[in-house]
């Protein structure tokens, strides 16, 4: 309890800012919706409630670093280690401060909108309040968690950022190209089409940043399987952060990486992520394109591992490495390809058809219709339909396998030389 409540008062200069300025943010946005010239007339997405906590969360990484500070010097790392408490302890005690000082921030700032919306009289859905709740702490430990695991196995605050980006964004970096590889080839599949293993939404942390990209996933991402789902990996990365920082050898302070290893993997896997853009937009494997992202990929990996080993002759010794990297990237590739040819080659019968519903027009964009909404609800299992709907979408296969220009995004916009299939069979 003693060195929580000293985690508490060294992360202040953090969280009081932070607090201060979200909560003014919040009250001066909302004021307006509730109080100003033009208030508003119908409830927004669960996002819109209070949008200055998608931003908030990844202030995680600043309460981890600076309450981390020690291990980036090698005479604080002594000295913090050698006060007679265990380092579970020291590592809970800045992990449960950090907690405290996002989630009470978290929730003022939904109540306040709350208050706001009650004083004012302004529409809103009551669930989506619980719901941002849990859903911004969560987010915000996931970066947290993170972070925590970059600390714990860097020694400078440069190769700690570079481990928390790889840590938090490459895996589900990789898993965004591989659903932009088959939504790009496939045009009739679209996002909301590519199945949960694939949706990026899944995770709440790193959904907040592909939000950014699409519309469709505005109303998407604050929902309670993808809290339930984040809670997971939040705890494992949890977990992990403090078995590392148990384990984290005192003299790395001041050093690249707290293992060789890990040195040479965080490299690799940077190049990797670059090496991952040649997939995009079916660019060819050999093109000038394709050479000028591994030549900077190369430049990254060999730039990283010699700031992060300060030795340009084991420097060299890792270059080879870097292989490792195209190869993962060519088997993405492979992957992207053999799962666009799956997509194409298979096209069920009307038989194999047990119904098909429609998801609506407006799909695309952030706030669907009502009539959307209703709709997408119901199935049709009427047999004309079913046959209908696997003659076109068989026609529609093909005419993409013979790369014949179409619109077949999720679109409102009503062209008659146009072809659209929205959500024709589930």
Same mark, same amino acid.
């Given at each position: ?43 927004? +997405? @669960? ?19 600076? =309450? ?7 005479? !604080? ?18 992990? $449960? ?13 939904? $109540? ?32 947290? !968690?993170?972070? @925590? ?10 190769? #700690? #950022? ?11 970096? &990789? ?54 789902? +984040? ?31 890990? +040195?040479? @993997? ?25 050479? !000028? /992202? ?12 010699? /700031? ?14 870097? $292989? $490792? ?9 492979? =992957? ?16 194999? /058809? ?11 964009? =952030? ?14 299992? *009427? ?8 003659? *076109? ?8 396998? @013979? ?8 679109? *409102? ?11 024709? &069979?589930?």
């Amino acid at each position: 309890m003693k060195m929580y409540k000293e985690s508490l008062r060294k992360l202040a200069p953090v969280g009081i800012p932070l607090a201060v300025a979200t909560l003014l943010y919040t009250l001066i946005t909302n004021g307006q919706n509730c109080f100003g010239s033009v208030t508003i007339s119908q409830s927004t +997405s @669960a996002v819109g409630l209070t949008p200055v906590l998608v931003y908030y969360v990844f202030t995680a990484v600043v309460f981890a670093f600076y =309450g981390f500070f020690y291990l980036f010097k090698r005479s !604080a790392s002594d000295l913090y280690h050698s006060i007679p408490v265990s380092r579970l302890d020291l590592y809970l005690s800045v992990t $449960l401060g950090t907690a405290t000082w996002m989630g009470a921030t978290i929730v003022l700032n939904v $109540l306040l909108t709350l208050a706001l919306y009650v004083i004012g009289g302004c529409p809103f859905v009551p669930a989506y309040i619980p719901l941002s709740i849990l859903f911004y702490f969560v987010a915000s430990m996931l970066v947290y !968690a993170a972070a @925590a695991i970059g600390c714990a196995l860097s020694g400078t605050f440069l190769t #700690a #950022a570079a481990s928390t980006g790889v840590v938090l964004f490459l895996p589900r970096f &990789v898993q965004f190209i591989i659903a932009r590889g088959i939504v790009a080839n496939v045009s009739i599949i679209g996002w909301m089409d590519v199945g949960a293993l694939l949706n990026p939404m899944t995770n709440v942390a790193t959904g907040l940043v592909v939000m950014q990209t699409r519309n469709v996933f505005i109303t998407q991402i604050i929902a309670l399987p993808n809290i339930l789902y +984040s809670l997971v990996p939040m705890a494992l990365e949890l977990a992990l952060a403090a078995w590392l920082f148990m384990r984290r050898p005192s003299e790395t302070a001041d050093h690249g990486a707290a293992y060789k290893g890990w +040195s040479i @993997a965080a490299g690799a896997m940077l190049a990797f992520a670059l090496l991952l853009l040649v997939t995009v937009d079916s660019k060819p494997m050999v093109s000038v394109y394709s050479f !000028a /992202i591994a030549a900077i990929s190369l430049l990254v990996y060999a730039l990283y591992e010699y /700031i992060s080993m300060r030795n340009i002759k084991q420097t060299l010794k890792a270059l080879p490495y870097f $292989l $490792l990297s195209a190869v993962l990237a060519f088997c993405v590739s492979l =992957g992207i390809q053999s799962s666009v040819s799956s997509a194409l080659n298979f096209t069920p019968a009307p038989a194999e /058809i047990a119904s098909v519903s429609f998801r609506g027009h407006d799909t695309v964009h =952030g706030d669907l219709d009502f009539d959307s909404i209703d709709l997408r609800k119901i199935t049709f299992d *009427n047999a004309d339909l079913i046959n209908y709907v696997s003659d *076109n979408l068989s026609d529609a296969v093909e005419q993409v396998k @013979a790369n014949l220009k179409g619109d077949y995004s999720y679109s *409102n916009t009503y062209d008659s030389s146009a072809v659209r299939v929205i959500e024709p &069979v589930a």
